[in-house]
């Protein structure tokens, strides 16, 4: 059972668009949401990351917004940039000891000129 | 060197060979993680380090073994492989507490394993 699920599976956006990914996530007991962004050649890196305490954080052209009772978060990219182009997870993790987190499938953002 | 580094970046074997992979992180964190990177499928977490304790996938199959000498060095030992083995295999560290959520992971470039 995949706990961790993204939508869509790949996006084409123009330059300045608003691009918008998806993740739903089924444990309740989850209260740590990242998003992680990912290169060509490059591992995986942090953009951004909410806790069920608030509904929306932003960072620049980044924001999350976060639906507790819908088990969904999803990450908004505004005035998206060809250099956005990447690979991004969502992924989820309780408190607790050595808590772990759970990756989604990743989906491959392309920003076009 | 600063952060997390992989080596090999890349490596072709035969499914007889036995070879390491090595990660070496410079941020002074407590926990170190290998994952397996496959096309379409999510990140998948295969062994950690943190804490002085060991916890791993119970899926992942024991021609995998990983090796902790201290909390700057990982290592992957790989021996007997399958095709379907061929993967990205990412190393990470965080800085791990007993009470808290897993923190930020800092990953490494992974090391591109092809198993003929």
Known sequence: QQQVKQSPQSLIVQKGGISIINCAYENTAFDYFPWYQQFPGKGPALLIAIRPDVSEKKEGRFTISFNKSAKQFSLHIMDSQPGDSATYFCAASRAGANSKLTFGKGITLSVRP | ?116
């Open chain 2, 1 to 116: 060197e600063t952060g997390v580094t992989q080596t090999p970046r890349h490596l072709v074997m035969g499914m007889t060979n036995k070879k390491s992979l090595k990660c070496e992180q410079h941020l002074g964190h407590n926990a170190m993680y290998w994952y397996k990177q496959s096309a379409k499928k999510p990140l998948e977490l295969m062994f950690v380090y943190s804490l002085e304790e060991r916890v791993e996938n119970n899926s992942v199959p024991s021609r995998f073994s990983p090796e902790c000498p201290n909390s700057s060095h990982l290592f992957l030992h790989l021996h007997t492989l399958q095709p379907e083995d061929s993967a990205l295999y990412l190393c990470a560290s965080s800085q791990a507490s007993l009470n808290a959520n897993t923190g930020e992971l800092f990953f490494g470039e992974g090391s591109r394993l092809t198993v003929l």
